[in-house]
C-alpha cells in the first residue's frame, strides 16, 4: 500500500494525475459485487436547487458511502484513502479535511459528459479518485474516462480496467466517460478541504 501511495504521491506532484493498476485483485473484486444490489439513485446534475436528472449529461446511478462506518468490504478502500489523503496534505499542504465518496453504475449505452468536478461557487473539491470495480473490461466495452487539459486537449484516455484507480486535481482536468457497452462499475470520491456538511 505504502508504495502506491508513493507512486500516487510523485505522479501528481509531476503532472497533477496518476493511474494506479491493481490496487484489487480479482477475489476482491469479486467480494465487492455485492454492493452493487443496494438501493442506487439517478445521479443528477447542478448543485442544491438546481439539481436536476439530465441524461443528455449523464446517465449513471449513485449509491452514497458512510466513509465513518463503511461496508465491511470497503475497509481496505476506505483505509487506503485515508493514507492518500496524509500523503496529500504532508507532500503539498493541500489542507484537506475529510472525503466523500459513492458507487456509481453507469448501465449500457449510458455517458457522462465533459465536466469540472469542482462547483462553481464550492471550491472545496480538491481531489478526485475514481476506482474501477467491476470484474472484466475489455476495449470493446467503451467508457473510457477522457481527462483533458485546460485548453481541451486530450492528457490521457483511461481504460477502466478492473481493479485500477485513477486520480487528479479536481480544478485543473476537465474529464468525461464515454459511453459503456457493458455496466461499468466504480467508486467515485472527492477529498475536501472542508468539513462536509
Ligand atoms: C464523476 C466522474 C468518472 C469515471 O463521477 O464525476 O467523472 O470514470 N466519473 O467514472
Ligand atoms: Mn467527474
Known sequence: MQSKVD??????GLQGWSLTQNIFTQDQLHLMQE????????????????????????????YWIDTLNPPFV?????????HL???????????IKEFECHLA?????????TH???????????????????????KKDGGELVLYNKSGDVV?????????????MSEDFPHEVKTCFRERRSLTGWMHTKIIN
Open 156 to 168: 490521457k484516455t483511461v481504460l477502466p480496467a478492473p481493479g485500477s484507480m485513477l486520480c487528479f
Open 74 to 82: 470497503l475497509e481496505d478502500l476506505i483505509n487506503f484513502l485515508e
Open 105 to 113: 453504475k453507469y448501465p449500457v449505452n449510458s455517458f457522462y459528459k
Open 116 to 138: 469540472l468536478d469542482r462547483f462553481e461557487k464550492d471550491s472545496s473539491r480538491s481531489f478526485t479518485f475514481i476506482f474501477y470495480l467491476h470484474e472484466a473490461w475489455d
Open 35 to 62: 454492493l452493487f444490489d443496494s438501493d442506487f439513485l439517478p445521479a443528477k446534475v447542478g448543485k442544491s436547487h438546481q439539481l436536476q436528472r439530465n441524461e443528455e449529461i449523464r446517465g449513471d446511478w449513485i
Open 7 to 12: 507512486q500516487i504521491i510523485q505522479d501528481v
Open 85 to 95: 489523503k496524509q500523503s496529500l496534505n504532508q507532500n503539498f499542504f493541500l489542507g
